[in-house]
């Protein structure tokens, strides 16, 4: 059997880096001219991870699994506080067959996997979490996103053609914050635009991704809407779709081109609890 072992870096962050790292070191899903017959995911080094990447590993699990026929396994110290994190958030479960142990008043956001005719039970889970961690955001502000949010699972559904969507989260007590995010493998972006441009007989944009969030394109209902939720929240909102990557942080957006590509989108955001009075003018 051909076997390659994936070492997690120290640190893996929700920013440019770390997801320029996830997808380097996870191209061997994608590109498998080796012919690895199983891939080993090695956390024994790393004591940092954002929780809302796990989907993006998640999603590499199954590309492999589907394409390849790879069989992915995990391994870390039992002892490590982030084995204990991915037991307690699910992720160990859904992806690699382990334990599940959740624990009450716990601030993971749970590792989940949707099928795409999926949408109203990823919307009770997403009013979950709001109703337990954002307990003073509006309740319009908590109906709106959650519509919103709905919209980008739906535009996963339409546009990205998978056969699965992938969530995770984290919320922050210290700061107040909540980052979520939906991953799915499938059309890219870049493909959308690309097709839809060749029916309209237009030129295919420089920046795809930000062509596709603006409300005034077919592809954008849910980008669009979310967009501007994070815009106004102050929070932060990044996409990374094939190559491309863009960010809006602090109402700053930022876009650069990856030097991998990730086979399909990835979508993460980020709220501010503390934006109580979100919700009533800005929509």
């Given at each position: 059997?051909?076997?390659?072992?994936?070492?997690?870096?120290?640190?893996?962050?929700?920013?440019?880096?770390?997801y320029?790292?996830?997808?380097?070191?996870?191209?061997?899903?994608?590109?498998?001219?080796?012919?690895?017959?199983?891939?080993?995911?090695?956390?024994c080094?790393?004591?940092?991870?954002?929780?809302?990447?796990?989907?993006i590993?998640?999603?590499y699990?199954e590309?492999?699994?589907?394409?390849y026929?790879?069989?992915?396994?995990?391994?870390?110290?039992?002892?490590?506080?982030?084995?204990?994190?991915?037991?307690?958030?699910?992720?160990?479960?859904?992806?690699?067959?382990?334990?599940?142990?959740?624990?009450?008043?716990?601030?993971a956001?749970?590792?989940?996997?949707?099928?795409?005719?999926?949408?109203?039970?990823?919307?009770?889970?997403?009013?979950?979490?709001?109703?337990?961690?954002?307990?003073?955001m509006?309740?319009?502000?908590?109906?709106?996103?959650?519509a919103?949010?709905?919209?980008?699972?739906?535009?996963?559904?339409?546009?990205?053609?998978?056969?699965?969507?992938?969530?995770?989260?984290?919320?922050?007590?210290?700061m107040?914050?909540?980052?979520?995010?939906?991953?799915?493998?499938?059309?890219?972006?870049?493909?959308?635009?690309?097709?839809?441009?060749?029916?309209?007989?237009?030129?295919?944009?420089?920046?795809?991704?930000?062509?596709?969030?603006?409300?005034?394109?077919?592809?954008?209902?849910?980008?669009?809407?979310?967009?501007?939720?994070?815009?106004?929240?102050?929070?932060?909102?990044q996409?990374?779709?094939?190559?491309?990557?863009?960010?809006l942080?602090?109402?700053?957006?930022?876009?650069?081109?990856?030097d991998?590509?990730?086979?399909?989108?990835?979508?993460?955001?980020e709220?501010?609890?503390?934006?109580?009075?979100?919700?009533?003018?800005?929509?």
């Open positions: 059997m051909i076997q390659k072992i994936i070492p997690i870096p120290l640190s893996v962050r929700s920013n440019y880096k770390g320029s790292d996830l997808l380097e070191i996870f191209d061997c899903y994608v590109e498998n001219e080796a012919g690895y017959q199983e891939i080993v995911v090695d956390f080094d790393n004591i940092c991870f954002d929780t809302n990447m796990l989907p590993i998640g999603a699990v590309y492999g699994a589907q394409n026929r790879i069989v992915s396994r995990y391994y870390n110290e039992s002892t490590s506080k982030i084995h204990q994190l991915f037991l307690r958030n699910n992720f160990i479960k859904s992806c690699f067959g382990g334990s599940y142990k959740p624990l009450p008043n716990e601030t956001i749970s590792f989940q996997v949707f099928h795409p005719d999926e949408v109203k039970k990823f919307a009770m889970y997403l009013e979950a979490q709001l109703m337990r961690y954002f307990k003073e509006q309740k319009a502000a908590k109906r709106r996103l959650i919103y949010m709905q919209g980008l699972f739906e535009n996963a559904r339409e546009h990205g053609e998978c056969e699965k969507i992938y969530t995770c989260g984290q919320y922050f007590p210290s107040r914050k909540m980052d979520i995010s939906i991953v799915n493998t499938g059309t890219t972006i870049k493909e959308s635009v690309s097709f839809s441009m060749r029916r309209s007989m237009r030129r295919l944009p420089a920046h795809c991704i930000e062509w596709a969030i603006k409300p005034e394109h077919a592809l954008s209902t849910g980008l669009a809407k979310v967009y501007e939720f994070v815009y106004h929240n102050n929070g932060k909102f996409i990374i779709s094939g190559n491309e990557f863009l960010e942080n602090e109402q700053i957006l930022r876009m650069e081109i990856l991998y590509s990730f086979p399909g989108t990835i979508i993460n955001f709220m501010d609890e503390k934006d109580t009075d979100y919700g009533q003018d800005n929509l």
